[in-house]
């Protein structure tokens, strides 16, 4: 949103000037465009965002589709050429397109199981940080104890006792993810709380979700983005981790993480193409959250304002 | 200081409990019967009752979690389903490799994040601060268990230099390529950490006033930067070591190392639910330890922190 103030001038006979004021998202966006690896991992991600919307419009052949029943034996386990540009699998599945359509996958689940982190995280870090007291024991005790899990086994046991589905998947990741979002807010919420303008708002007799919903929590959105963006990034590795272990996404579906260890036997012995491209796709789609979500903390933060 | 030791000894017991109540909500939202799973699909009524009986399943939920809570405080984690071995002694002959795993790589993390993100932060916006920077931020992306899979192909393959996965009969060089993948994350995080922490403390006035009075320049990085610079990191060492406790699950099964971690990964293989759930408790103890380690490290980083 941009605020244009017309200032009237107190001078007679010159002429009006305009003053532009602006707004701490549009002040934030000229401080990130100048962040060259910011906009660096902003294209990427938005690069394999969109590959991953037109998949069927940017590869001819389809995820599943085995070419060995159409191209013969040569199909198999081509290595990188014109017609198959990362090669095929020991199906004659083509690795790019599978690598293309994976990326639904990652994004899929890298941004549902973080909305349902921030929206577990937020909602109880901000009770712990206005309400205090007992609530405020009770909510940080609890962000202790899901921190004391180390991730990755935490979901994989979790995983290991629901039977296997996408959305459980989600779910299960999101449910362990919230504590770092409950402790940014609860933070930020013990700042913002004591400031004027929620005193008005309470002074005016403003009740407790609405004081916290709008009044409270658009102030406290920039540490919570930057968190998320991070996020994203570290649920997608979680998730190729779980793939690759055998315990994520279910085949044939094209997980990177599952192609990876699909293809594990054959990188040992030479033929590298159907491991290596999917490793590569995980780690440009997590640079580029990484890189992005840093940029963002730089240009949200006030502190490094000058 | 023992005040303070036993002070935090009783402050992380609220955690534990948490952490076994977790757990246990974790067993017994189970879809299926455990007495039932340990039996197979052919054992008859009685058997299966009287397992039942003999795991406790018949009593009352809250029964049950004090009984679950007295066991676990005990160390009494029941029987692997598979092999009949004790749950404890599973993960006693399995823990050495791991910790011996951990602390490899959190060492090799350290002496490469620590100097990377110092020479980064002196030489800044150079080719020396770029280069870093970019090695850091590879290594905080690259999937653990791929970068383990390039490494074994470059080194034991195409190199030779290393002699193959596994651990041999526990020679050190088995060690070195799984520690130095694992180390690779906290050692990016590390480096930085220290870079971002350095920078901020060589611009404040303390560091003025050492390098006005004449110092050498090594002496004013090392004795009166780096030791402030470093108690961030040192925070991060105890967070980093539940994601390195993480990394060991993959990372071991990479290496063929058998440790925690891939014994983790055959108990959920085999649905050995009493080993998956001593695993995760086991782990999540350990992570509380490490934590209160690195907290009583903190005064002697910054001997304004005392032990009161």
Excluded at chain 1, 144 to 152: D, G, K, S, T
Aim: aromatic share 12%; hydrophobic share 55%; net charge positive.
């Amino acid at each position: 949103m941009e605020a244009k103030t017309e200032i009237k001038n107190a001078v007679p006979g010159e002429t009006k000037r305009k003053v532009e004021g602006r707004s701490l998202w549009m002040d934030a966006w000229l401080r990130l465009r100048k962040n060259k690896s910011a906009m660096f991992g902003m294209a990427l991600v938005i690069v394999i965002c969109l590959a991953a919307i037109f998949a069927p419009y940017i590869t001819k052949y389809d995820p599943y589709d085995q070419l060995i029943w159409k191209e013969g034996p040569s199909a198999k386990l081509a290595p990188p050429s014109a017609e198959h540009w990362f090669g095929t699998d020991v199906y004659g599945r083509d690795i790019y397109t599978r690598v293309v359509y994976g990326a639904r996958i990652s994004l899929q689940i890298g941004f549902a199981a973080t909305g349902i982190a921030v929206v577990i995280g937020v909602i109880l870090g901000s009770l712990a940080g206005f309400y205090g007291g007992f609530i405020d024991d009770f909510i940080s005790w609890l962000t202790n104890v899901i921190f004391a899990f180390p991730f990755l086994l935490f979901v994989l046991a979790l995983v290991a006792y629901l039977p296997p589905s996408l959305p459980l998947m989600y779910m299960s990741i999101g449910i362990i993810s919230w504590a770092s979002f409950a402790r940014v807010a609860r933070g930020q919420v013990i700042q913002v709380r004591k400031m004027e303008y929620v005193e008005a708002a309470t002074a005016i007799g403003g009740g407790d979700w609405r004081i916290i919903f709008r009044h409270i929590l658009p102030n406290i959105l920039a540490p919570i983005i930057v968190q998320a963006t991070l996020e994203i990034g570290s649920i997608i590795l979680l998730e190729s981790s779980l793939s690759f272990l055998g315990f994520g996404v279910q085949a044939p579906k094209p997980a990177w993480g599952f192609m990876i260890s699909e293809g594990k036997q054959f990188f040992l012995s030479g033929q590298w193409w159907w491991s290596v491209f999917p490793g590569i796709a995980i780690m440009a789609l997590v640079m580029g959250f990484n890189l992005f979500g840093d940029g963002l903390r730089d240009a949200l933060d006030p502190r490094l304002k000058q | 200081m023992l005040n303070y030791i036993i002070r935090r000894l009783i402050g992380a017991i609220p955690v534990i409990v948490g952490v076994i109540a977790v757990v246990f909500v974790l067993t017994t939202i189970v879809p299926g019967d455990p007495a039932r799973l340990m039996v197979g699909q052919r054992g008859n009524p009685e058997t299966i009752a009287k397992i039942r009986h003999e795991m406790g399943l018949d009593k009352p939920l809250v029964v049950q979690f004090v009984d679950f809570m007295k066991n676990a405080v005990t160390f009494n984690l029941g029987k692997s389903y598979r092999n009949n071995m004790t749950v404890v002694d599973a993960l006693l002959t399995r823990l050495p490799v791991t910790i011996k795993l951990a602390i490899f790589s959190m060492i090799i993390a350290v002496i490469v994040g620590v100097p990377l993100g110092i020479l980064s932060a002196i030489r800044q916006y150079t080719w020396i601060d770029y280069s870093a920077m970019i090695f850091a931020i590879l290594g905080i992306s690259a999937p653990v268990f791929w970068a383990g899979l390039l490494a074994v192909v470059l080194f034991c393959q195409v190199l030779g230099w290393i002699p193959g996965t596994g651990i041999g009969n526990g020679e050190w060089i088995y060690y070195v390529l799984p520690s130095l993948v694992l180390g690779l994350r906290p050692g990016a995080l590390i480096a930085r950490l220290t870079r971002s922490s350095m920078l901020e403390i060589i611009r404040q006035d303390y560091i003025r006033t050492a390098r006005a009075k004449g110092l050498a320049e090594k002496v004013v990085i090392m004795k009166h930067a780096l030791r402030n610079a470093l108690i961030p990191v040192v925070t991060v060492i105890g967070i980093e070591t539940a994601s390195l406790l993480s990394g060991v699950v993959v990372t071991e099964q990479i290496f063929s190392i058998p440790g925690i971690g891939r014994l983790s990964v055959e108990a959920l293989v085999n649905r050995d639910f009493p080993v998956i759930r001593g695993v995760v408790l086991f782990m999540a103890f350990l992570f509380v330890f490490a934590n209160l380690i690195v907290d009583l490290s903190y005064p002697f980083f910054d001997p304004r922190i005392k032990y009161d």
